[in-house]
């Protein structure tokens, strides 16, 4: 069996074990697919510059505890989504060996590739053999002179076997810790109301 999908199949027994419903475990599915996509884009002299934002980054990057299912990026006007699902298709047919299990596809007049990945079945999370894991990776195409002002940062990745180095946004680790912060401010109080009624 494919070593990605074996993987898969794992999150799949261990999570139904814990009686989790069906779409919490396709949403951990996804995010361990969302390493794999971070590690082409880090790793790929092409889309490197891409800047990595929104609810996944906060997830990836500091452990928020969300559910968030695509993958959103800024980047350059220029940069070719096209060749992006082009190489994404590669890096999971050949260098993962999904082969058939993979599709890659750019949709048009939109900055959004959609990945299929028709596992579900074979990994026993859907009856139906029709049934695809879908992962959305979006981009908004920028001006290149707006990163020439923007702040951005990079932090270091490393899990399930893939290292990268993420580009994004100082004000991504801002509001990580505001809301750190608005954990801190709110936790002594529910701890408070708690040993109030004992």
Same mark, same amino acid.
């Given at each position: ?5 074996? *993987?898969? &199949?794992?999150?799949?027994? *261990? ?59 800024? $980047?350059? &006007? ?30 048009? $007049? ?39 002002? $923007? ?6 990745? %490393? ?10 946004? &100082? ?6 810790? %505001?809301?750190?912060?608005?954990? *801190? ?10 040993? %109030?009624?004992?």
């Amino acid at each position: 069996m494919n070593n990605l999908i074996f *993987e898969l &199949e794992n999150i799949v027994s *261990e999570n139904k074990k814990r009686n989790l419903p069906s779409d919490v475990i396709e949403n951990l599915l996804k995010e361990y697919l969302h390493y794999f996509v971070l590690d082409y884009i880090y790793n790929s002299s092409d889309f490197k510059d891409m800047v990595f934002y929104g609810g996944s980054a906060l997830r990836m990057l500091f452990d928020l505890p969300r559910l968030s299912e695509d993958i959103d990026f800024e $980047a350059d &006007e220029k940069t070719d989504l096209r060749e992006l699902a082009i190489g994404l298709e590669n890096y999971f047919k050949k260098d993962l060996a999904l082969y058939e299990k993979f599709s890659a596809n750019k949709m048009r $007049a939109i900055n959004r590739i959609f990945l299929k990945f028709p596992v579900l079945y074979d990994i026993g999370l859907s009856p139906r053999k029709s049934e695809v894991l879908r992962l959305k990776v979006e981009s908004r195409p920028l001006p290149k002179e707006f990163f020439k002002d $923007a702040k951005i940062t990079l932090t270091s990745k %490393s899990k399930y076997g893939r290292s990268f180095i993420v580009k994004h946004y &100082e004000m991504v680790a801002k509001l990580f810790r %505001s809301e750190i912060l608005d954990y *801190e401010i709110i936790l002594p109080r529910s701890s408070a109301a708690v040993g %109030s009624e004992t």
